[in-house]
């Protein structure tokens, strides 16, 4: 009883408490040592799942930015978290792929990814407190390139000549790539640029300007701040652009409606001439196009059992596309004759891309006559020639013009640049 007493209360009492303290001690220090690894397996598995997620979402808007549909999107998604130790297994993991739902990625448009897994740790092992969740929120977002007009050629005095024209922008100014003095050559007629407040613009030149440009109308109404040399040269907003596919395609199909002038969708290798197109894609294997062209907004496809509402993407490739080689028509347009109501389509990849010349195509796409009139809706795209006005005083009215040089003669040019309207580039990326 006295030893019992003197462990408690006597000198052998400071030894007892000293041992109790030290294991009090010890067991928190193990405690820390515990939480300190655990975390560090969380915080490395939580780290690998964000990676895992960003991968998976990424690999969606790479599909969307290749034209794939959402569903497509999904299941890359799907399969890039398997390739990456991610399966849904109702136990561990779950994998979740989804269209978002919060603004501004709810659109098809984005995928969101959501990983959930049941972590193993060492002090509270495989509980509530171990479940760790990432998400991630991936998309082919549109990429407005806030030019009405873009020289794309890198060299030549007067990539960009406005020669006599009447030029009238709106919602976009101009770009010239080429570094050549005197790259751009300004018209000796009327200017009007005009430009949103959220957007103002410029007349943008990597090389010099020469001839006349307007001077700088900052703020409102016109918001455009004039012209700058020097400037950085800009990519080829189309350069990554799929090419459409002859995959199911008809070849030369046959006229239908009135008169059977209308077209509908197809690879073609004879030349479309004062015709009326439906709807959908159309091919010119050296082909080419002429005489008066417009839309057809009432007749049934009948190959797709549809009404026709005119919105078109005409590709002009070579003779022998998708194979290399082959050579490629001139697309052309001379005298009295008129190409109106042509649109680009609302939807898919090639949504505000109305014509598009094969980059492999060196031929320019020329305009000429004085009762000659272009009034369509979408961009027109030649990167590997000119965009040019070779005699006559046509009239012109379109979404963009983005081409390898851009020579506008006397004709009368009225650009009105939007997203809505404009092609807009998708550039796969990670929002979220």
């Known amino acids: 009883m006295s030893r019992l007493r003197g462990f408690w209360i006597g000198a052998e009492a400071e030894a007892g408490q000293a041992i109790v303290l030290i294991a009090v001690t010890l067991l928190g220090m193990l405690v820390m040592a515990g939480l300190a690894i ?28 290749q034209g794939g549909t959402q569903v497509q999107a999904f299941a890359a998604a799907a399969a890039d978290a398997t390739r990456n130790g991610f399966t849904q297994d109702g136990t561990v993991t779950w994998v979740t792929i989804a269209q978002p739902t919060v603004a501004p990625f709810n659109t098809a448009e984005f995928a969101e990814v959501t990983i959930v897994r049941n972590v193993r740790t060492s002090l509270v092992p495989q509980s509530p407190l171990t479940q760790v969740t990432v998400h991630a929120i991936a998309g082919a977002n549109s990429l407005n390139n806030d030019y009405a007009i873009i020289a794309l050629g890198p060299t030549g005095v007067g990539a960009f000549s406005g020669g006599t024209a009447t030029i ?26 005009t430009c949103p407040a959220a957007n103002p613009c410029n007349v943008d030149v990597v090389g010099t300007t020469s001839g006349t440009f307007p001077g700088a109308q900052s703020g409102s109404p016109k918001y455009y701040d004039g012209v700058r040399t020097a400037r950085p040269v800009i990519p ?34 004879s030349s479309l001439s004062a015709k ?15 005489g008066n062209m417009t839309v057809d907004t009432s007749t049934i496809d009948p190959g797709s059992g549809l009404v026709c509402d005119g919105k078109v993407m005409v590709f002009n490739t070579t003779t022998t596309y998708p194979a290399a ?57 030649v990167p590997g020639g000119a965009f040019q006005v070779t005699g006559g005083s046509p009239n012109i009215t379109v979404s963009q013009i983005v081409a390898k040089t851009v020579t506008l003669g006397n004709s009368d040019v009225v650009i009105n640049f939007n997203s809505a309207t404009a092609a807009q580039p998708l550039i796969p990326r990670l929002s979220k």
């Not at 655990?38 to 790479?62: F, K, P």
């Not at 922008?169 to 009327?190: C, E, F, K, P, Q």
């Not at 001139?330 to 008129?338: A, F, P, R, V």
């Open 38 to 65: 655990d975390a560090g397996q969380l915080y490395s598995v939580r780290r690998a799942m964000q990676e895992g997620a960003d991968a998976a979402a990424y690999a969606a808007s790479i599909t969307l930015y």
């Open 325 to 381: 080689g082959g050579t490629c028509s001139t697309l052309s347009w001379t005298g009295n004759i008129d190409i109106t109501g042509l649109a680009a389509m609302t939807t898919g990849p090639y949504k505000g891309m109305l014509l598009w010349q094969d980059g492999v195509c060196t031929n320019n796409v020329s305009l000429s006559g004085n009762g000659f009139d272009l009034t369509v809706t979408g961009t027109i795209y």
């Open 236 to 269: 080829d907003p189309f350069a990554g652009y799929p090419k459409p596919s002859v995959t199911g395609m008809p070849v030369n199909p046959a006229g239908f409606g009135p008169s059977n002038l209308t077209n509908r969708q197809g690879v073609y290798t």
């Open 168 to 193: 009238s922008l709106t919602g976009g100014g101009i770009m010239v790539n080429s570094s050549a003095a005197g790259a751009a050559a300004g018209s000796s007629d009327t200017w009007n640029i």
């Open 276 to 290: 009326k197109l439906c709807h959908g894609i159309y091919i010119l294997k050296g082909a080419g196009m002429g």
